[in-house]
């Protein structure tokens, strides 16, 4: 059966549709990518900001066939952009470096690679 995915609020129910038809837990799906079950659980709510390539990984593990179909409709319109400055505009001056320092970020509790 065909699932056409137009936004990316779809993905995290078509991953639990697709896991749970297999009859798999997200613990289960996790040891399957060698992860933790927080990490699978933290990737099937928010799949778009994952990479493609872990979200095509747990599609395979899945079996779900991926297909791109270009004769859908875009949803954004192409922009052309131009490639060279088409105006006698001078370029603006370059800005002077910032003395602001940068708020300190809080380093996530554990990374996995998968």
């Known amino acids: 059966m065909t699932y056409p995915i137009k936004t990316l609020n779809q993905l995290p129910l078509v991953l639990k549709a697709f896991r749970k038809e297999q009859e798999l837990t997200q613990a289960a799906m996790a040891e399957k ?3 933790t079950q927080q990490s699978y659980a933290y990737f099937e709510a928010k799949p778009a900001t994952a990479t493609l390539e872990r979200l095509f990984t747990v599609l395979r593990l899945l079996n779900v066939n991926i297909s791109l179909d270009r004769a859908a409709p875009t949803l954004v319109p192409e922009i052309d952009v131009p490639t060279a400055q088409t105006t006698d505009c001078p370029s603006p001056p370059p800005r002077p470096p910032s003395t ?11 990374k996995e690679s998968w």
């Open 33 to 35: 990518l060698g992860i």
């Open 100 to 110: 602001k320092s940068a708020p300190l970020a809080v380093p996530p509790k554990k």
